[in-house]
């Protein structure tokens, strides 16, 4: 299996703390990782086997001029590149309580920059467990990725990647 590249944003909070525990996690494989505020988003087009991560910061996050976020630069040339071939899982931080009429929403804009790259989108998961009343990241009875809640449920972080470990990682190549 060729490398997995991680890439999410933002930096030194939730999503930061569980990218580092999901590269831990994948003994098995190499990963290399990086900071979306950081990075070029064509850098991947180097790997076939792709992470991305990312939280939900309020509806007004995406456009907003006042708000300065790490994913400003990476999304936009996101959806312009040609990702056929590859796969692509998404993991996606929330907060079901505060924000149950938006859980996890940014995963699911994730989910849709993604569409017209033509990756082949992986490690959707049902709803099982999770409480929550609308998501954008919530298809077809589906999550588009794996949602996660360090406000309420952290206690549930580290089982919840671990079975979504196992079922993305013998789908990547
Ligand atoms: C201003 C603000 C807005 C938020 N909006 C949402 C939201 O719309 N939906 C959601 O699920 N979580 C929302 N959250 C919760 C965060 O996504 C959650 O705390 C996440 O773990 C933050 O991760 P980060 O520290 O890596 O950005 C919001 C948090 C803040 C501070």
Not at 106 to 120: F, H, Q, R, V, Y
Request: no cysteine; charged share 30%.
């Amino acid at each position: 299996m060729s490398k997995i590249g991680l890439f999410y944003g933002p930096e030194g909070g939730n999503v930061d703390k569980v990218a580092k525990t999901i590269a831990e996690k994948i003994i098995s494989k190499k990963v290399e990782v990086f900071l979306v505020k950081e990075t070029d988003a064509d850098k991947l087009k180097e790997y076939s086997n792709i992470i991305l991560g990312i939280s939900t910061l309020g509806k007004h996050t995406w456009s907003s001029e006042n708000t300065v976020n790490d994913w400003d630069e990476f999304l936009p040339k996101l959806n312009k590149l040609d990702l056929k071939g590859k796969k692509v899982a998404l993991f996606g931080l929330g907060d079901h309580i505060a924000y149950a009429d938006f859980f996890v929403d940014s995963m699911g804009d994730l989910a849709e920059t993604i569409k017209p790259t033509g990756a082949e989108l992986i490690g959707q998961i049902s709803d099982e467990g999770y409480e929550f009343n609308e998501s954008r990241a919530f298809i077809d009875g589906r999550f588009v990725g794996l949602p996660l809640d360090e406000d309420f449920e952290s206690d549930l972080t580290e089982e919840r990647v671990e079975n979504w470990l196992e079922i993305i990682l013998p789908e990547f190549e």
